[in-house]
């Protein structure tokens, strides 16, 4: 049997959100930085509307998350049909893309992967497993892994 494998690519924009530009889109993703963007992020982005957030990534590779992840404010969220992306190439070391790198929500190296684990198993105690999306985030296709790697990699943390 032969697999299926579809690559989508993402763009990331630091804008302030104005409604048309975002019509075109079918899902809408946000990276917050700060405590204040996260619980926005949770409360009020997670809820339905045409500037409802979709996917919350966070920035796991970072020596330390910007804010702490409140049980209540991630529970929120994942109530409201949001869900949180978690990256697999901090846990490679690989290289994530560059337009990651230079709004600073990523970095690359041993530590990164190191961060990477720590952040990604808060995350996953904090949603009690659920709401979790497992995607690349690769800037190259050397990083990218079959499916059944991804598979292995997302039990660890369960």
Not at 127 to 152: F, M, Q, W, Y
Request: aromatic share 8%; glycine share 8%.
């Amino acid at each position: 049997m032969i697999g299926y494998c579809r690559s989508l690519f993402t763009c990331l924009l630091q804008i302030n959100a104005s409604t048309p530009l975002f019509d075109t889109y079918d899902i809408i993703a946000l990276i917050p930085t700060t405590h204040a963007t996260f619980s926005l992020a949770c409360l009020t982005h997670s809820q339905p509307s045409p500037l409802t957030a979709h996917i919350i990534a966070l920035p796991l590779t970072l020596p330390r998350l910007p804010f702490h992840m409140k049980h209540t404010l991630v529970r929120t969220a994942i109530k409201n049909g949001s869900v949180f992306e978690i990256n697999y190439v901090g846990a490679l070391g690989g290289e994530h893309d560059s337009e990651t790198m230079q709004a600073g929500v990523a970095e690359s190296g041993a530590s990164a992967k190191r961060n990477w684990w720590a952040a990604s198993r808060e995350l996953v105690r904090v949603s009690k497993g659920k709401g979790l999306l497992l995607s690349g985030g690769v800037a190259s296709s050397g990083d990218l892994r079959a499916p059944r790697d991804i598979g292995n990699l997302y039990g660890s943390f369960l």
